[in-house]
């Protein structure tokens, strides 16, 4: 595509930049700021869609952005992602397995009754959706009051450290196939590799993970009404914080250096036989992103069992075709590509109106001849 460039508005650029700042104070001159703490402990949904689609868990850098965004989680989103590619790499982890994660959510909608029992945790999903108008003049005291009085009766020990997995289960009873994944394979590098199809499993896993949760669940949500054959059901969602294991830099033993907030999400899917006389199974789509994203980690692992699906047997739906899916998904080219139509265009609409004035001349000479 080709631009053109525009003298004299330097000026109007800078002015533009400071009006955003204008309206983030434009309250008046009694109005205090968000602090960043704030919004990552009050606003955390919100933050969480930012670290999860800004590929980086940096949960006060995500709250910056939002800030610096004015909300907008797409442009947040996009500075957390610029600042993650002008960090240097200096570790990779090794493969973490997430039966360690310390579950603060875990839910099967496959069995009422799962080793280590449901676990609702914090959720919208049960209560009806009607504005709490108490909320508009919450005291401070009021508000200090809710995290204070939580764990007053609640007995030590209440929540065990670890669940046993709910795909485990199923493996053991032999209604699932085995895992077989090779240990020396490498997971694929979206941020260092540009796809090249067809790809691996762990370069489309890595692309929805990091993508933006509305592409995802619309294309997710064609192959729920009936473009494609998945037909799923949650055998487990776990939302909780997953420790994280880097090698000690004398002994090389692993060391955990922290925690992430996770949500994983397994879904077991239509069972199929791969081979001609082998016993059935289930299939499994997977899901895992970073902060709690519980519609985006479902909508993944719906697409994981797609895609792997029209690997196998060729797309016959969208849902099932990894490049429309994997070129469609991520929220910071998306965006980036609707919103260059506002850049200028100057040379090409003339060429445009240059034609079709053309065209018209020519058409109105032959209606006259």
């Known amino acids: ?42 606003l955390r949904n919100l933050t969480s869609r930012v670290i999860s689609e800004g590929g980086l868990y940096h949960p006060k850098l995500a709250a910056l952005a939002i800030k610096q965004c004015m909300g907008d989680s797409l442009e947040a989103a996009f ?19 997430s039966s360690g994660m310390r579950v603060t959510r875990r839910i099967s909608a496959a069995f009422k009754d799962i080793p280590g029992g449901q676990m609702l945790g914090a959720t919208t999903d049960y209560y009806l959706r009607l504005l709490r108008m108490n909320l508009l003049d919450e005291s401070p005291e009021q508000f200090q009051k809710v995290a204070s009085n939580w764990f007053k009766d609640m007995p030590k020990d209440a929540v065990p450290e670890t669940f046993p997995k709910v795909v485990d289960a199923l493996r053991a009873e032999g209604l699932l196939p085995p895992v077989n994944r090779d240990p020396k394979s490498d997971a694929f590098d979206i941020t260092r590799d540009p796809l090249v199809f067809p790809v691996p499993r762990s370069a489309a896993l890595a692309t929805m993970a990091r993508a933006e949760q509305g592409g995802l669940l619309t294309i997710a949500y064609s192959n729920m009404r009936g473009y494609g054959d998945v037909h799923p059901t949650v055998a487990e969602l776990r939302v909780g914080y997953l420790p994280v294991f880097l090698p000690h830099p004398i002994t090389g033993e692993p060391i955990e250096i922290g925690e992430v907030l ?22 499994l789509g997977y899901g895992a992103c970073f902060g709690h994203n519980e519609v985006k980690a479902i909508s993944m692992a719906i697409l994981d069992r797609a895609l792997q699906k029209g690997a196998m047997d060729g797309p016959q739906n969208p849902s099932e075709d990894a490049e429309f899916v994997l070129l469609h998904i991520d929220g910071i080219d998306s965006m980036g590509f609707c919103t260059h139509y506002k850049m200028p265009h100057y040379v090409t609409f003339q060429s445009d109106m240059d034609r079709l004035r053309t065209t018209q001349s020519k058409r109105q000479s032959g209606d006259q001849a």
């Open 262 to 283: 996770m949500t994983e999400c397994e879904v077991v899917a239509m069972y199929e036989s791969s081979d001609e006389g082998s016993k059935p199974v289930f299939t």
């Open 1 to 42: 595509m080709g631009y053109v460039a525009i003298k004299g508005g330097g000026k109007a650029i800078e002015a533009a930049e400071s009006l955003l700042d204008f309206q983030r104070a434009e309250q008046g001159a009694d109005a205090l700021p968000l602090d960043t703490d704030s919004i990552e402990h009050q």
């Open 79 to 97: 500075t957390l992602r610029a600042y993650r590619s002008t960090r240097p790499r200096l570790l990779e982890t090794a493969i973490h397995n």
